[in-house]
Every structure is written in structure tokens, then in C-alpha cells.
């Protein structure tokens, strides 16, 4: 699984403080690992709506929105330092990943993405023949 990076994220975190508004959307940090058979992908995204959070799969790139409302848009800010907008993530997914069974979970402010690896990508036996007997040969494929 491979991730893309933004090295200007930062530059559009301090456009975004001094002109209030993101030049694009913001990044939500990411953990991801292999748990066995599954990948997991753990973004961090406290205070969003889940029925804001939009996930979407084209082709190998899963695509994850969401929205964070100011709470009282009106009220003077004291300080402003939580992010507020649309927030954006791409991955883009192998080949070996299952996406028609990927799953979602929103809890304690962490979207948690489970996506098993595919059958076809599992490491099987294989029979190999030979004159004199069977023996088996254990094939990894990806």
C-alpha cells in the first residue's frame, strides 16, 4: 500500500492562519499497518460529523472527505489553533487488497479502515509432480 504525501501541507496550514480560509483541503493524520491477513488504516479526525465523513474507491486510490464545523462562527476567537473545513485523504491501494470488503468505523474521534488482503494474494500449497512421487512446495504470490 503506498500513501501519497503533500510537502506543502504546511505552507497551506500557514495560509490558512493568516488568510482564514485553506487553499485546499487539510490532511488528517494517518497510521497504517498489516494485522494479520488485514490492513488497517487509522485516521485522526476528532469533532467531525460522521455524516460528514464521504468514503470513495476508484479503480486502486481510496479517497476519504470529511468536514469540521466551527462551532459558533460568529463568536470572537480568543485562540485558533483546531483546524475548522474540509479535511482530505488519498491512498492508493495494491492490487492484493480485498476493497470489496473494506470496512469503516467511527469511534472516539478515529476513523479506523479495515481492508482484508485478497484471497488470490494469500500464500497456498502447491502440488508439484515428479516420477518419482508427489511432494508439496509452498508457492508465496502477491
Do not use: C, W
Not at 460522521?50 to 480568543?78: C, F, K
Not at 469503516?104 to 481492508?115: E, M
Amino acid at each position: 500500500m503506498l500513501m501519497r504525501t503533500d510537502p506543502f501541507r504546511d505552507l497551506d496550514r500557514l495560509a490558512q492562519a493568516v488568510f482564514g480560509t485553506p487553499a485546499q483541503p487539510a490532511m488528517m493524520p494517518m497510521d497504517a499497518y498489516r494485522d494479520g491477513d488485514t490492513f488497517v488504516v487509522r485516521l485522526d479526525v476528532p469533532g467531525i460529523d460522521p455524516g460528514s465523513i464521504d468514503l470513495t474507491v476508484e479503480r486502486n486510490v481510496l479517497t476519504v472527505h470529511a468536514e469540521r464545523t466551527r462551532p459558533d462562527p460568529q463568536a470572537e476567537r480568543i485562540a485558533a489553533e483546531v483546524s475548522h473545513g474540509l479535511f482530505s485523504r488519498q491512498l492508493f491501494l495494491g492490487d492484493s487488497l480485498d476493497v470489496d470488503h473494506l470496512t469503516a468505523d467511527y469511534t472516539d474521534g478515529v476513523l479506523t479502515l479495515r481492508l482484508p488482503v485478497a484471497e488470490r494474494a494469500k500464500p497456498r500449497r502447491i502440488e508439484v509432480q515428479h516420477t518419482g512421487g508427489t511432494r508439496s512446495v509452498e508457492a508465496a504470490t502477491s
